[in-house]
């Protein structure tokens, strides 16, 4: 597993959000017109890599990315390769469920 930390996370994904907007041949004030998202916040999202969580969203789906987003996010699938698999994670289910209604 790489790690990377969180500002640099953040400035990757601003420089990832520029390069689409620039491939899509938008300017700043298009972006910021089709996302509903303010021309002061993109522009400082683009410096500094700081924006908030919906304004994020809102440029990915004008720039692409948000379906993309979503699913990397989804839990891994399982691949059984026995029935003991099977019923070894049923009970591991059963067993998280009762821990929360505690």
């Known amino acids: 597993m790489v790690f990377i930390s969180p500002a640099k996370a953040q400035r990757k994904l601003a420089q990832s959000i ?14 910021a017109e089709r996302s509903g998202v303010a021309l002061s916040t993109l522009r400082k999202y683009e410096q500094k890599g700081v924006i908030s969580l919906n304004s994020f969203l809102k440029l990915l789906s ?8 979503v699913t990397s996010l989804e839990p891994p699938k399982i691949n059984f390769k026995t029935i003991d698999d099977v019923l070894k994670e049923n009970d591991n289910v059963a067993k998280r469920q009762r821990g929360r209604k505690k």
């Open 62 to 69: 004008v720039v692409g990315g948000l379906e993309e987003l």
């Open 18 to 31: 520029r390069a689409r907007r620039l491939n899509l041949e938008l300017t700043q004030e298009g972006l």
